[in-house]
């Protein structure tokens, strides 16, 4: 078959390796792909993504038989609506249902549409409003969210009402984040262990995979700026598997039945953010897509074959995925100065050698025959083992081998499982 990966980060090449060892004699094009993904027989194609028509065009010359959507902003920009109407076999979420992650607000109405736990909330598109109803509050620290998308950036926890009336007025005033500021949801604090579950679902079908875990911010002890992702690993042995199975029943599945319900039927990746509270499992937030890093973690603990359980969901048809037994761990070499600053590309050292691991590119580009960092998380190292001590053992192993100077990575991966 001829598979088109859309996206060119760690994740696409989670997806397209996985593809490609699943069935070697698979073509996988990756869109725009990075050239790090090319060890692995991945081709890579430049097409701008907000160029739908040449996607399109490109797909039915190259015969593609299915194409798959890594990241939001063309699920949100409607490529998979557009395929369809072209003909064409594409696995993710319609723009309308992929707004779960576009409009938190949205996804705030699904939930409690849908008597999904998760945070009580307000949403605002007024600033002095938002202003007066943090006024009113009295528990704090209290979370702010952008309404749209902001990679990953778009939440801040507000420790003081002070600190919570200046940063409503720099995300809906001085536009911090951009457009997606001119809406913010105020919800409440939720404490407790955080982990990822993500499923595939076709339409009120919903497939769990194996949970993760991943470490959001840039340092050693959960220390520093929230970043996309600094490393993750699955499964997530301190949350137990009546949490993950009610999780499903009162989360994964009234959301997908809800969203059928209403027209906008879900096919896709669908990725809940929990948070296990004393009362149980809520929502943080939700994503129409694999998560990165979650991808690069758990995609190698699955033992079908990606292509046919996608093609059985595109055909409405019942499938049962086998897992690995195994534990997965990954860890995200970054350029320094991420996610503050982006510095000047910066070579990588030689990663021929590594053993026992797998690497997972995403902000890399080549010059004449050298890898060069181009961007802030710069790849993925990932293990598989019985036990996730071995699986640390050797990613950390293989990283002290290597001088990455200019680079940085959490020492820390993994220490919270219990
Ligand atoms: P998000 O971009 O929605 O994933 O939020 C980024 C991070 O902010 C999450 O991983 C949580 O650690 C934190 N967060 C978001 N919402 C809440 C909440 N209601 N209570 C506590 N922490 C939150
Ligand atoms: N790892 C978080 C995300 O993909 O949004």
């Known amino acids: ?33 990075n050239p790090g993904m090319t ?28 194409t798959i959507v890594g990241p939001e902003q063309p699920l949100l920009d409607g490529l998979v609506n557009q395929f369809q109407a072209a003909g064409l076999k594409i696995f993710g979420p319609t723009k309308e249902a992929a707004m779960i992650e576009g409009s ?23 600033v002095d409003s938002a202003i007066a ?36 007025k720099r995300m809906m005033e001085d536009r911090i984040f951009g457009e997606s500021g001119s809406r913010v949801v105020i919800e409440e604090f939720l404490d407790g262990e955080e982990f990822t579950l993500m499923a595939f679902v076709d339409g009120v079908n919903v497939y769990p995979m194996i949970p993760a875990q991943d470490h959001k ?50 096919s896709g990746i669908l990725y809940a953010g929990l948070i296990v509270t004393q009362t149980g499992p809520k929502v943080i937030e939700f994503n129409a897509r694999f998560g990165d890093p979650e991808a690069q973690v758990v995609l190698p603990l699955m033992e079908s074959k990606l292509v046919e359980v996608l093609e059985s969901l595109l055909a409405h048809q019942p499938v049962d995925i086998a897992w690995s037994n195994q534990v997965s761990l990954g860890v995200v070499v970054a350029r320094e100065g ?41 790849l993925l190292m990932q293990a598989k083992a019985d036990e996730f001590q071995q699986a640390k053992t050797t990613i950390y192993r293989e990283l002290a081998k290597m001088a990455f100077d200019g680079f940085y990575y959490r020492k820390d991966i993994g220490y919270r499982i219990r």
Do not use: W
Not at 104 to 126: G, I, L, N
Not at 135 to 154: H, S, Y
Not at 240 to 262: F, G, N
């Open 1 to 33: 078959m001829n598979i088109l990966v859309i996206g060119g980060g760690g994740r696409e090449h989670a997806i397209a390796k996985k593809i490609k060892q699943d069935t070697p004699t698979d073509s996988v094009f990756c869109c725009p792909g």
């Open 39 to 66: 060890i692995d027989g991945i081709e890579t194609v430049v097409i701008d993504l907000s160029d739908v028509d040449q996607l399109i065009a490109y797909a039915k010359k190259q015969a593609i038989d299915l």
């Open 104 to 126: 938190k607000s949205f996804a705030k109405e699904v939930m409690q549409a849908a008597k999904v736990p998760t945070a009580t909330y307000q949403s605002f598109d007024q």
């Open 133 to 168: 109803y943090l006024e009113q509050q009295e528990v704090f620290p209290i979370v702010l969210k952008a309404d749209g998308l902001a990679a990953g950036k778009g939440v801040v926890i507000a420790q003081t009402r002070a600190q919570a009336i200046q940063t409503i």
């Open 217 to 266: 911010r840039a340092f050693d002890g959960d220390k520093g700026p929230n970043t996309g992702g600094m490393g993750a690993y699955a499964p997530v042995p301190q949350i137990r598997q009546s949490l993950i199975d009610d999780s499903v029943e009162t989360i994964m599945k009234p959301v997908a039945r809800y969203l059928d319900a209403q027209g906008s039927s879900y």
């Open 338 to 378: 991420y996610p503050t600053k982006v510095e000047a590309p910066q070579q990588l050292p030689d990663l021929s050698k590594t053993q026992d691991v797998a690497i997972y590119y995403s902000g890399v580009k080549k010059v004449e025959d050298h890898t060069f960092s181009n961007g802030g998380r710069v």
